[in-house]
């Protein structure tokens, strides 16, 4: 099987790109990643001579170049991870995730289209979306797979939009698609713009934790690794044309998850317990701040037998030793040094 990655060197996209390269050898592993500001090659340093992987510099917002691409290299499968993905960043430039977000998941959808034909067999169309498609819920209340879509930042609208352009492909076109919405990732190698990743580093050089509001704003988490596994699961057992919610089960307030990563980090550093939480910052909220985010992945576990294999109090633990111990991956990350690691590849 040849198979397309896309958005392989994000944070997401490597741990996938990683699984699917040390489990099939018989997969020929293609991750085309535009290595914006959050892709990078040192995520897969590991793998990046494997005789199974390939990289591909290349941008999905450019049509030709992804007729190109498709055409030239005939791919089977493709496991789309590619997009803008910061709610802050879209309020203030909601057009770039409208460019990679919409535009490039329907030059994708084009190209499969083109390819494939008519002879759709052993040929798939994974998209991966978020549970912020859905909205916002109450105090009550889980987010399923027939729950309509509500979405409320720019970010969530743009992946709505190109989670109805998959589903419209495989209605209009026939194309062969799964899709999957997942709840809040963290783990190691995730960009810094992110709360763990972000609070974690703030902590080591004593600056400020900013919690927007008043901190009680409710998320599920969902252990990197473990999504990585569902999407394999998905990839090779899931229905056709089926959507798969997956979460962690890990319902937490920020507040309580600050608190929480406080606490371990003051432990793990050696400082006083309290040192940390002392650094926490209340700021004004964000504009179209969703309450409350909840999956319910009883679908995927009756299924397809997936669920968590990590706490996430476990899971933050793993979290903060990675980050601790690969402070030469942070600094990179942070100062932007990274950037130069593919012009020596």
């Given at each position: 099987m040849t198979l397309l990655i896309t958005g392989g060197a994000g944070f997401i996209g490597s741990h996938?790109?990683?699984l699917f390269v040390n489990t099939y050898p018989n997969h020929t592993v293609f991750n085309l990643d535009a290595?914006?500001?959050?892709?990078?090659?040192?995520?897969?340093?590991?793998?990046?001579?494997?005789?199974?992987?390939?990289f591909i510099k290349g941008d999905i917002t450019d049509g030709a170049f992804v007729d190109r691409l498709f055409k030239e290299q005939q791919f089977d499968a493709v496991i789309h991870l590619a997009a803008e993905s910061h709610v802050d960043r879209s309020i203030s430039d909601?057009?770039?995730?409208?460019?990679?977000?919409?535009?490039g998941t329907v030059n994708l959808l084009n190209a499969a289209k083109v390819l494939w034909g008519d002879d759709f067999n052993g040929k798939l169309f994974y998209h991966i979306s978020t549970d912020e498609v859905y909205g916002t819920l109450g105090a009550t209340g889980l987010f399923t797979e027939k729950t309509s879509y509500d979405p409320n930042s720019p970010y969530s609208a743009s992946?709505?939009?190109?989670d109805h352009f998959v589903r419209a492909y495989g209605e209009t076109?026939?194309?062969?698609?799964?899709?999957?919405?997942?709840?809040?990732?963290?783990?190691?190698?995730?960009?810094?713009?992110?709360?763990?990743?972000?609070?974690?580093?703030?902590?080591?050089?004593?600056?400020?934790?900013?919690?927007?509001?008043?901190?009680?704003?409710?998320?599920?988490?969902?252990?990197?690794?473990?999504?990585?596994k569902a999407i394999d699961l998905i990839?090779?057992?899931?229905?056709?044309?089926?959507?798969?919610?997956?979460?962690?089960?890990?319902?937490?307030k920020n507040i309580d998850l600050v608190t929480l990563l406080c606490e371990q980090?003051?432990?793990?550093?050696?400082?006083?317990?309290?040192?940390?939480?002392?650094?926490?910052?209340?700021?004004?909220?964000r504009p179209g701040h969703d309450l409350r985010y909840a999956i319910d992945a009883s679908k995927i576990k009756k299924e397809l037998g997936w669920q968590p294999s990590v706490s996430f109090e476990?899971?933050?633990?793993?979290?903060?030793?990675?980050?601790?111990q690969n402070e030469t991956w942070l600094n990179h990350v942070t100062s932007g040094s990274y950037q130069a690691y593919y012009e020596k590849q």
């Amino acid at each position: 099987m040849t198979l397309l990655i896309t958005g392989g060197a994000g944070f997401i996209g490597s741990h996938v790109v990683r699984l699917f390269v040390n489990t099939y050898p018989n997969h020929t592993v293609f991750n085309l990643d535009a290595l914006t500001y959050a892709g990078n090659l040192e995520n897969l340093k590991d793998v990046e001579h494997q005789q199974n992987y390939r990289f591909i510099k290349g941008d999905i917002t450019d049509g030709a170049f992804v007729d190109r691409l498709f055409k030239e290299q005939q791919f089977d499968a493709v496991i789309h991870l590619a997009a803008e993905s910061h709610v802050d960043r879209s309020i203030s430039d909601p057009l770039a995730f409208v460019k990679t977000n919409i535009i490039g998941t329907v030059n994708l959808l084009n190209a499969a289209k083109v390819l494939w034909g008519d002879d759709f067999n052993g040929k798939l169309f994974y998209h991966i979306s978020t549970d912020e498609v859905y909205g916002t819920l109450g105090a009550t209340g889980l987010f399923t797979e027939k729950t309509s879509y509500d979405p409320n930042s720019p970010y969530s609208a743009s992946k709505a939009s190109s989670d109805h352009f998959v589903r419209a492909y495989g209605e209009t076109y026939g194309l062969p698609y799964v899709i999957s919405n997942c709840s809040n990732n963290y783990g190691p190698h995730q960009f810094p713009e992110k709360l763990i990743p972000l609070f974690i580093n703030n902590i080591v050089n004593n600056k400020p934790l900013p919690v927007y509001g008043d901190g009680n704003y409710t998320r599920d988490w969902l252990y990197v690794m473990d999504h990585a596994k569902a999407i394999d699961l998905i990839f090779h057992k899931g229905k056709l044309k089926e959507t798969y919610n997956i979460g962690g089960f890990n319902e937490w307030k920020n507040i309580d998850l600050v608190t929480l990563l406080c606490e371990q980090m003051d432990l793990k550093l050696g400082r006083p317990l309290g040192t940390s939480k002392g650094l926490i910052t209340f700021v004004k909220d964000r504009p179209g701040h969703d309450l409350r985010y909840a999956i319910d992945a009883s679908k995927i576990k009756k299924e397809l037998g997936w669920q968590p294999s990590v706490s996430f109090e476990e899971g933050l633990s793993k979290t903060i030793d990675w980050y601790l111990q690969n402070e030469t991956w942070l600094n990179h990350v942070t100062s932007g040094s990274y950037q130069a690691y593919y012009e020596k590849q």
